[in-house]
C-alpha cells in the first residue's frame, strides 16, 4: 500500500455544541505521523444519523478511517448500527464482551443494565479491540474482498480519550505500522521562533527550502511565536539545519518538537540549577505548566501561590506596607516576591509574577491585562523585573504570563547551559 | 431564514500532524448556539488545494460556512486566492488594510515584508472585518443575487484564536445573530452527574424525556462524570427540572452549565467561606483550575506547591521525619500538609495532594498512579484522609486528582452552602 490516506470522524453533539473540546485528533495524529501515516481530513459530525453520509463520504476518498464516539449504551449512540447496515453486516452477541462488562459492573458496584449489552454486539467479522477502562470495546473492520464496491481499514473506537488512547497505542497503531512499514519514514522537525514574524522567516529561509522540492515547509503563528515546520527525510533535514540556525540564531527557542517547558527542564537539569516560583494571577499556571514534564522534579522544588495580599506577606515575608504603598500589581511587589522566594527556599532562580487578570479588579492607571514580572538568581544581588500588557481574556492571560516568564528564564539560561 | 446550518471548516496542516490542537470548534460552537444557531458539521483540512473541495461540499450542505485559517502572509496560506476564484471574483488592494498592516508593522518594529501586501487583498465585494489583534483582516462574503448557483454566508477568519475570537465577537456573531432574530431560542442544559453511569441514568429518566419528542436528549460519558444534556425551550426544561433532581439528588455536581470549579467558587463565596491549598503531584493546577473562574479572588486565598520534599519542610512545617517514616506519599504526610495549610493561612478550608504523577517514581507498594488527599477545614480537628489510584498519563492524572480533591470539598460545602 502506498501513501494510504487515513480520515478520521468524530461524532458527539457535545462536539459541536462546544461542550467539550476535541483531543483525539491531535493525539491520533501525531502516533500516526510516527508511523509514517498522515490525516488527510477530520470531520466532526453530530450524534444520529448523519454518520451514515460521513461514513460514504470518507470511503470514498480514504484508505483508513477511523470513527471515534458512539458506541455507548445509550440511545444516541449508534455508530456500531449504522456501520452495520451501511457494510450489510449482522450484529451478532460477542459473548467474551458482555462477560467483560457484567464483570466491570461487579468490580464498580454497578448495576448492570440491560442496555449495556448493546455494547456486547458486533457486526460479523469484526475484530475486537478490548477496552480496559470502559465498557465499549473497539472494532476493526478490515477490507472486504469479493464484493462489488471496496471499503476501507475502519476503525471504531470508543469517545472517551482514557479509553481510546491505550486501545490505539495497543492495536491500532502497532497494527496500521506493520501495514505501512518499508515506506520511507519522514521527520516533522518544529522550529520555534520568538521575535521573528512569519513572513520574515519565509523570505529569508523558508522560501529558499521550499523551493528544492524534497521538503514540505508550514508555518504556524501563536502569541509570540511562530511555528516553522518542516518535513522531510531525516537525512535531508540534518542538511539544512545549519542553514536555518546561522540565519534564525537567537530568535530559535527550541530545535527539536520539545515545548518551552521541556526546554526549561532541560536547560536547568544541564546547568545544575534549580526554579521555585512565587505566582500571584496565575494561580499555580507556572507551576502546573512546568510540572507537566516528566522528570520536571528534579529542577522544580515548588511554589508559592500568593493569590490574596495577606498570603503575599504571610507566605513570602513582604511587608504589608510595600502592598499598601505600591499596590499589590507593582515593580516592588513582584520583586519582594522574588526575593522572598530565594529567601524561603534552596531555589537558584525565582521567577514572581503578580498582575490583573480581570474581568474586574481594572483602574485606568493599572488596566486588566497589566503584569508585573520578576526572575531573582541567587547570587545575584541585580532582579530582573519587567512589565507586560495582555488584555485578552482570563485564560489567555494566563497563558501569556506563563510563556513572558518562562521565556526570560529560557534566556538566562542559555549562555550557562549550552 | 429558518434554521440555517451552519458549518466550519478549519484549514492548517499543524492540526491534522497533531501540533496544535483545535479550540475554534468549541468556542464558536458555544457562541453560535447562544444566539440559536447549530454548528452541523465541521471539518479539517491541509494547507493547500483541498480546500477547495471541502467549500464545495460545505456550500452545497449549509447557510452558512465559517472557515478559519490559511489568510496568513506565507505561500502556505492560500484561503483567500481559493474562495475568489472558486466564486469568480476579482481581488483587489484594499488600501485601508494595508495601511494598517504598515502601521502595525511600524508599531511592533518589524521590518514590512512586500509579501505582506498580499494579506490586503479582498475579493470584490467582501465585507472586511479588521483584525485588531494582527495582521490579516477577516472577510464576509455575502450570498450574491441573481448568479446561476446560490452561495451561502461565507466567513473568512484568521486561525489564531486571539485573532478570531475578538473578531467573531465583534461581527460574525451580532450579524448572525441579526439574521435569525425571532427564531425560537433554545436552552442547553447540562446537568453534571457523578457516580451514576449513563445507563442508570438513560433508564431511570432519559428514555422517558427523549420520548416526549420536544426535548433533545444526549449523554457525555468522561472520568467519574456524566454530562446529561437537555436541549429545549427554556419552559419546557423548567417544566422538567423537578423530575430530574428527584431522580438523580445527590449524584448531581451542578444543574446549570456551570463547572466544578465555578460551581466551588459559589458555594465558598455563599458560606463565607475561603480555601487554601498545598499540592505537590498536581504541580499547582488545583490553584490553577480555581484561578481561571472570574472572581475566585473572593474565596481563594492562596496556596503552596510543596514539589520537593525539603518545600514540604520549609514551607508547611512538616517534620523531615515524619516524611523519613512514611514516605512523601502516605496519608500523615498528607493531613500534615493540609493541617499545615491552616496554621500558615487564615483559610476555613484547606486541600492538599501528594501523589506519584509518573512515569518515574514507583514501586510495587506505591505504583505510578497513587495518590493521597487531605480535606481539613478550621473549627474540626478531623481531617478527611483518602487514597485514589489514577494509573494514568500524567496529564490525566493530574485532571482526575484536581477533580477528585474538589469534588470532595463541594459535597462538605453542599450542606452549608445551600
Redesign the interface.
Known sequence: MNSPRVEIINT????????????H?????????EIGL??????????GG?IRD?LL?AFSRAEIVIVTGGL?????DITREVVAELLGLRLELHQETLNRIQERCLKRG??F?D??SRQAMVPEGAIVMPNDH?TAPGLHIAPTEGVSWITPHLFLMP????EL?PMASAYVIPYLAGLVSGKESHE?R?YKVVGM???????SV??EL?KRGDIE???????NEV?F?LIAPKAILDEVEPLILAIVGDHLVSDDTGSMEEVLVNYLREAGATL??A?SC???????S???V????DV?????????N??KS??LGLDPELIRKHGAVSAEVVEGMARGVLD???ASHALAVTGI?????GTPEKPVGTVWLALASRGDDKTIVWKENFP?????F?QMVVQSALDRLRKRLKGSAR
Not at 458527539?12 to 483531543?23: K, N, P, T
Not at 496565575?282 to 502546573?288: E, F, N, Q, R, S
Not at 487578570?357 to 479588579?361: I, S
Open positions: 458527539g453533539s457535545e462536539l459541536l455544541l462546544g461542550r467539550v473540546r476535541d483531543s485528533l491531535s493525539w491520533l495524529g501525531r502516533k500516526l505521523f498522515r490525516v488527510t481530513r477530520q470531520t466532526t459530525v453530530p450524534d448523519v460521513a463520504e455507548g449504551p445509550t440511545t444516541d454497578f448495576v443494565q442496555r449495556m470502559g469517545g472517551p480519550p482514557r488512547q516533522c518544529i514574524g512569519e513572513s520574515l522567516l519565509e523570505a523558508g522560501l521550499s515547509v508550514g508555518y504556524c503563528a501563536r502569541p511555528d515546520r521555585a516560583t505566582e496565575t494561580g499555580g499556571a507556572i507551576a502546573d512546568i510540572t507537566d516528566a522528570g520536571s522534579s522544580f522544588l515548588g511554589g508559592y501561590i500568593a493569590y490574596s495577606e498570603c504571610r507566605m524561603k527556599t534552596s487578570a480581570g474581568p474586574g479588579g485578552m481574556d482570563r485564560i489567555t494566563k
